[in-house]
């Protein structure tokens, strides 16, 4: 047997295979996958006691919208939590009136920060301490919820015995660049956390999502709440690690028919947000962001150059995996309502988020730490709190 002596037919058939390997995975466990809004709501006579917690920090522009969607609830055994985190602008304010209004609503104001703790996950850790539910949910406080959202939530979760359900939002994204980086990011999430393996008990993979992480108040509890997390910019998924670890029952659903979210408003805005956690992604280890960086350009970006540049047998893998990551993107695209044309950019993404991972390493390792919202914490201290 005669081996090609084309050298790009290697690399064109390690792309094309793990293109299709992705893709049958990917394509399979998506079909596998449930929508919040077609599963049946929990009925009034059966459904248990609810507390939503949210942490708040200089929420002002958004928070009333948000925190009115859920107390418009159409669910009855219903409390809401929110902790003002030391917030410079009006947020306190605005909570405090729509607490007078509504006594389901209880605001509790933090004016310090504890050694040891970041700002966020110590006040998730605060809200869940004043809840009194069977179930606790933690949301952000720029989501806005359809009104039969809990219900349906806890519904799924009561019928199948889960401990743990995590659903994914639609992200409402202004412009061109955010709707093609938050697509191709949505599929990067879906390629590394396999949602649809969840529900086995025997897989490792795990999910959370800080816009709707609902969790059975005794299991949290058990799990040690927020704090085995304490340290961890990336809290959201690490609960949901926390709780698979545990042993307690994990599910995910889309929810972009239920819930939406503003992540950010600019491409700028974006790349700021993200140097908190991106590097927390990689677990502050370079030899993984390297790593990661290798496979995204061999199977994500090398295609789509090499198809206009080769011949024979290695353009026709190119092809085929470019082909396949364009279908891909064009799943993820219509899960969030944006034009699958924008597959095209895909490589374009790519770069930009290999881009964020390497500016987020950098910028922690030289900052020594992360600045987040007015507080530093240590890279030691962040590294530390492994989970």
Avoid: C
Avoid at 30 to 49: I, N, Q
Avoid at 142 to 153: F, G, K, Q, S, Y
Avoid at 171 to 182: N, Y
Avoid at 281 to 298: D, P, Q
């Amino acid at each position: 047997m005669t081996l090609p002596r084309d050298p790009w037919f290697w690399p064109a058939l390690l792309a094309a295979l793990s293109m299709a390997v992705l893709f049958a995975d990917g394509v399979r466990g998506a079909m596998s996958l449930r929508r919040l809004h077609r599963v049946p709501p929990v009925p009034d006579a059966e459904a248990p006691p609810v507390s939503v917690v949210i942490a708040a920090r200089d929420e002002e522009r958004g928070i009333e919208h948000a925190l009115a969607s859920v107390l418009t609830q159409r669910y009855g055994p219903l409390e809401v939590v929110v902790v003002d985190d030391r917030s410079a602008d009006a947020t306190g304010a605005i909570l405090d009136r729509m607490a007078a209004a509504d006594p389901r609503l209880r605001v509790v104001h933090v004016t310090e920060l504890p050694a040891g703790w970041l700002g966020k996950n110590h006040a998730l850790q605060v809200g869940a301490a004043e809840a009194a539910g069977d179930y606790v949910l933690f949301t952000d406080a720029d989501v806005v919820m359809e009104p039969d959202t809990l219900a349906r939530a806890i519904g799924l979760m009561r019928a199948e015995g889960i401990d743990h359900l995590a659903a994914a939002p639609r992200v409402e994204m202004p412009s061109l660049a955010l709707r093609v980086f938050v697509v191709l990011f949505s599929l990067f999430f879906a390629i590394a956390f396999r949602p649809w393996k969840l529900r086995d008990p025997q897989s490792r993979a795990h999910i959370g999502i800080g816009a709707f992480n609902l969790v059975r108040t005794r299991a949290y509890r058990d799990a040690g709440g927020h704090l085995p997390i304490r340290m961890r910019p990336d809290d959201d998924l690490k609960l949901g690690k926390l709780m698979k670890k545990r042993g307690f029952r994990q599910d995910f659903v889309v929810a972009t028919e239920s819930l939406r979210v503003e992540w950010y408003r600019t491409f700028g805005e974006l790349v700021r947000g993200l140097m908190k956690n991106g590097y927390a992604g990689m677990e502050y280890r370079l030899s993984w962001v390297a790593g990661t960086t290798a496979a995204h350009l061999l199977v994500f970006v090398l295609p789509w150059v090499a198809v206009w540049i080769t011949g024979g047998a290695a353009q026709l893998l190119f092809g085929a995996a470019v082909g396949l990551a364009f279908v891909m993107y064009a799943g993820a695209a219509r899960a969030q309502g944006v034009s699958p044309l924008y597959g095209v950019l895909f490589p374009v993404a790519t770069l930009v988020f290999l881009y964020i991972v390497w500016r987020a390493a950098a910028v922690t390792i030289a900052n020594d730490g992360i600045d987040w919202r007015g507080t530093h914490y240590a890279l030691d201290e962040l590294r530390a709190n492994e989970v």
